[in-house]
């Protein structure tokens, strides 16, 4: 009887520590990513493509078989051996999710790009031959179509501008070819700009992300698409918590265009732009480094249409407040071309608006975040040595009629040669002070504070940018 007692009281002692951790978990919140699992991953799908060998061409592959793109292949590539010309040859493999019942799909282009032959295998390992009815490159979208006797499942989409940093999401797709796995974590930021991809606003996570994983959904706790997973950061070759999706705002702009025209055209304002840190702010009269401030106008395009000048320093774009420069591109980029976009930006000092009829972009030409500045700056004080901005000069120097300033001809010491000034530099402006003669430069630089940050525009081989400096005396 006591044996009976024992046992029953151990398994009282058990029940309740088991009853207690269920609590604790509910108490503490924890995420349950079963019911999403079932509910949203047969609509997600695996993609591999096949395409010929070209002579000469080896190809660059993951260790899952992911023909990788720039940003992996530093990271993951490892040579694979050039298969026979002639005949089409596995190529990349990738993730996918369905957006309508009729079939269309969605993915990374970089998992299709190229490829003559792209299959899909659906939840149930059925597998179709998909058409790609368009690309778009700059964000790294790809849209499919496949045909289907039944109603196929569709992932629901979400709104990507209700995702707020600290939240929990979760990816599925074929990490390493490992089909249907989810993986979670949480959003780590918002409205990433990333050097090769100046117009989408990346959603960044810590969500564990591995070649495969390329083109599939990343999903809210209620199941909703909010972003297309794309791109990681690393240095090691494995990943070190920083992914970036596509929001699904961006997407849903994309693919109407897409189905529509096969491409996606994005507005363009002609300008060259860098961020603005502290010592640029201070010498522009700001409260605090924000904005895009303009470094170069292109001659022709609808900012020099619109009388924007170099100095300029956008604040917002149709209402929405430009904090960084990277957000200008994009926010320019949803505008349709030929629409009017009302520019709030910082001229001399003072708040201007200025409509703009907001242009294409070109299909290789775009703005350029962080554009880096170039040396500047002049004699005496600044330790350099300038002339007058003549026709031989504009020619040698193969710079546009109306570039005016003074060109560089030696650097001596001190401020120039710290900021590294070469001689042909152009100094067009100077603490916020247009330059059109050495005299003009000669008494700006005289008039310079002392301790304070002073900004100067210069032109280097066709390019354009600020720096900022202090002079001590």
């Known amino acids: ?61 993951g260790p ?3 023909e990788l793109p720039e940003i992996f292949r530093r990271y993951f590539g490892v040579p694979m051996p050039e298969a026979p010309s002639g005949k089409p040859q596995p190529m990349s493999s990738g993730s996918g999710f369905i957006i309508s019942k009729d079939g269309y799909i969605l993915t990374n282009n970089h998992v299709v790009e190229g490829a003559e032959e792209i299959i899909v295998r659906l939840h149930d390992r059925s597998e179709k031959v998909a058409k790609l009815i368009g690309a778009d490159k700059r964000s790294d979208l790809a849209l499919l179509k496949i045909e ?116 996606v055209t994005r507005g363009w304002l002609g300008v060259a732009i860098q961020e603005v840190d502290r010592d640029l ?37 149709n209402g929405r407040e430009i904090m960084r420069s990277g957000s200008l591109p994009m926010a320019i980029g949803v505008i349709t071309p030929g629409n009017k976009a009302t520019l709030e930006l910082i001229r001399d000092g003072k708040k201007k608006s200025i409509s703009v009829e907001v242009g294409e972009l070109p299909d290789e030409q775009g703005q350029r975040a962080d554009r880096p500045a170039t040396p500047d700056m002049k004699k005496n004080r600044l330790g350099i040595q300038v002339e007058e901005l003549n026709d031989d000069y504009r020619n040698k120097l193969r710079l546009e ?43 700006i630089v005289t008039d310079l504070p002392r301790d304070r940050s002073v900004s100067m525009r210069v032109v280097r081989g066709g390019q354009s940018g600020y720096i900022s400096f202090r002079l001590a005396e």
């Open 1 to 61: 009887m006591n044996r009976v007692n024992l046992l029953f009281r151990n398994f009282i002692y058990f029940l309740s520590l088991s009853l207690l951790s269920v609590q604790m978990v509910q108490a503490n919140n924890l995420p349950d990513f079963t019911r999403l699992f079932e509910e949203a991953s047969p609509a997600v799908v695996n993609i591999s493509t096949l395409s010929t060998p070209k002579q000469g061409r080896s190809q660059v592959y």
């Open 281 to 317: 702010a201070e010498s522009f009269g700001l409260d605090k480094p924000m904005g895009a401030l303009i470094g170069q106008v292109v001659p022709g395009g609808p900012a020099d249409k619109a009388k924007l000048h170099p100095g300029d320093i956008i604040t917002r774009v």
């Open 401 to 443: 009629q109306d570039v005016k300033g003074v060109v560089v001809t030696g650097v001596i010491s001190g401020v120039a040669r710290s900021i590294g000034l070469r001689q042909g530099d152009v100094v067009t402006d100077l603490n916020n002070n247009r330059i059109e003669s050495v005299k003009g430069f000669n008494k």
């Open 148 to 263: 289907s006797n039944r109603r196929l499942p569709v992932v629901k989409m979400g709104d990507s501008e209700r995702v707020k940093p600290g939240e929990w999401v979760a990816a599925i797709g074929s990490p390493f070819n490992f089909e249907y796995s989810i993986t979670k974590g949480i959003v780590s930021a918002l409205n990433r700009s990333l050097p090769s991809d100046a117009y989408v606003p990346f959603i960044q996570t810590d969500v564990p992300i591995n070649p495969g994983n390329s083109g599939g959904p990343l999903f809210n706790m209620k199941g909703e698409v909010i972003g297309i997973n794309s791109q990681i950061f690393t240095r090691s070759g494995g990943f070190m918590g920083l992914s970036f999706a596509i929001p699904s705002d961006h997407v849903e702009w994309a693919v109407e265009q897409l189905k529509e025209k096969g491409y």
């Open 64 to 66: 899952g078989g992911e």
